[in-house]
């Protein structure tokens, strides 16, 4: 080595230190590779996608060819710079020489290409591809070797080297992954995706018309008042029942009675023969599951029982769809029964309104953790039935009451607030 010329040894050093950074930028930038995103362009044939897949098959492998030409490169380049030190300074020049390949290798071999690959991890890995899958079979005998005494050590320490290659996201890091998507998906899109996710944490009890506000047609009732309810009914179907919900004999499709009424040959015996049998939903079943049942059992409208059989409610295909992409068959003259708007920025609200639905129709952030009408939230925060007059806040809303009856909460009053004053408010003792 003492006769080969400086000029030579000088750029083998730097050939050296090129390939260190290969290997460096292309560890790091496969393994920060966007998994999706690479299932995606390998699907599509990208070739280069394709071959970074095939090494990210084999991690161990992989990773083992990386630090195994990361560590010749760099070895031999502290070689190489050790004997240029020599030939040019003597002994001290090989220490002043290593010292110096430290500081370079550092920004050259590691901090640099690390970062590039990070930065750009496509731009570094594709083509780093091309070299490494080669390189992986040619040297195979030795990477193989060398990942399998790697395993064992990583057996005795207790961790498994058998990881399954797919990593599959959680329900709160796929919530995270829509929430960053940004102009990629539609913040419409985006909504439904996350109120798609959202479905397993609603159930019916959630959506449901209550038994209170349930219309049907009692069987006991004069043939005269039963025509003039199916004649004026907004609904596509109503329950049919006896003396009372509980005592349900069908559900009427009122397409269904609608060619008899034509023709005046509408009776009661009829209205036996048309009643479909009624589909029952227990209380407390999540939206989604709902929503596969309703898909299997080819039915759009559920009455929601208790464990003793007692109907709580009624459920729809439309209430669950309402759920994902927003109010779509939404009755507006029935909303302004429930919301009427003042003049002075305010509304009066039935305190038998939804509030799932009222945060959906008027954009509000009600907590919809407990109650489910706004009665139950009143008389659930206050822990008693509050007179007339009473004002509270929940939230970023100013809540007064303005008619009751009974036990129950009949009108309420309510106002946002600004967000001075909810701060303000916040800092104040309760």
């Given amino acids: 080595m003492d006769d080969t010329p400086l000029s030579l040894m000088f750029a083998a050093l730097a050939l050296l230190i090129l390939l260190a950074a290969f290997f460096a930028g292309a560890e790091t930038g496969l393994m920060t590779l966007n998994r999706y995103r690479l299932r995606h362009l390998a699907k599509i044939k990208h070739r280069g996608a394709m071959y970074a897949q095939a090494l990210l098959q084999r991690t161990d492998r992989l990773i083992g060819l990386l630090i195994l030409g990361n560590n010749f490169a760099n070895n031999l380049a502290t070689a190489v710079a050790t004997i240029i030190g020599l030939q040019l300074m003597g002994e001290a020049g090989a220490a002043v020489a290593v010292s110096l390949l430290t500081i370079a290798g550092t920004i050259f071999t590691d901090v640099a290409p690390k970062t590039l690959g990070a930065l750009y991890p496509e731009r570094v890995a594709f083509p780093a591809a091309y070299v490494l899958r080669?390189?992986?079979?040619?040297?195979?005998?030795?990477?193989?070797?060398?990942?399998?005494?790697?395993?064992?050590?990583?057996?005795?320490?207790?961790?498994?080297?058998?990881?399954?290659?797919?990593?599959?996201?959680?329900?709160?890091?796929?919530?995270?992954?829509?929430?960053?998507?940004?102009?990629?998906?539609?913040?419409?899109?985006?909504?439904?995706?996350?109120?798609?996710?959202?479905?397993?944490?609603?159930?019916?009890?959630?959506?449901?018309?209550?038994?209170?506000?349930?219309?049907?047609?009692?069987?006991?009732?004069?043939?005269?008042?039963?025509?003039?309810?199916?004649?004026?009914?907004?609904?596509?179907?109503?329950?049919?029942?006896?003396?009372?919900?509980?005592?349900?004999?069908?559900?009427?499709?009122?397409?269904?009675?609608?060619?008899?009424?034509?023709?005046?040959?509408?009776?009661?015996?009829?209205?036996?023969?048309?009643?479909?049998?009624?589909?029952?939903?227990?209380?407390?079943?999540?939206?989604?599951?709902?929503?596969?049942?309703?898909?299997?059992?080819?039915?759009?409208?559920?009455?929601?029982?208790?464990?003793?059989?007692?109907?709580?409610?009624?459920?729809?295909?439309?209430?669950?769809?309402?759920?994902?992409?927003?109010?779509?068959t939404t009755d507006l003259s029935a909303m302004m029964r429930d919301v009427r708007p003042q003049r002075d920025g305010s509304f009066l609200v039935d305190g038998g309104a939804n509030i799932r639905h009222l945060n959906r129709v008027m954009h509000w952030d009600l907590p919809t953790g407990g109650p489910k009408t706004l009665n139950g939230l009143v008389t659930e925060y206050l822990e008693a039935i509050p007179e007339p007059g009473v004002s509270f806040r929940i939230g970023g809303y100013l809540l007064e009451i303005i008619q009751t009856s009974g036990n129950t909460v009949k009108t309420l009053k309510i106002s946002r607030l600004a967000q001075s004053e909810v701060s303000t408010r916040s800092r104040a003792p309760e």
Avoid: C
């Fill in 134 to 328: 080669p390189l992986l079979k040619l040297l195979y005998p030795l990477v193989w070797l060398i990942s399998a005494f790697s395993n064992g050590v990583l057996r005795l320490l207790g961790a498994s080297v058998e990881v399954s290659e797919k990593n599959h996201l959680s329900h709160e890091e796929l919530r995270t992954v829509v929430n960053e998507a940004g102009a990629l998906i539609p913040r419409r899109h985006q909504k439904m995706l996350l109120s798609i996710l959202d479905l397993e944490k609603v159930t019916v009890n959630d959506i449901m018309v209550p038994r209170s506000d349930m219309e049907g047609i009692d069987l006991n009732d004069p043939w005269t008042g039963i025509v003039a309810r199916i004649s004026a009914s907004r609904h596509t179907r109503l329950p049919v029942y006896r003396d009372g919900l509980d005592n349900i004999a069908g559900v009427l499709r009122l397409r269904d009675a609608l060619p008899f009424l034509a023709s005046g040959e509408f009776d009661k015996d009829k209205l036996l023969q048309i009643l479909q049998e009624a589909y029952f939903v227990p209380e407390g079943t999540p939206l989604n599951t709902q929503l596969l049942n309703f898909q299997a059992q080819k039915q759009r409208f559920g009455l929601v029982v208790n464990e003793y059989g007692d109907i709580q409610g009624l459920v729809t295909l439309e209430d669950i769809l309402e759920e994902i992409v927003g109010e779509f």
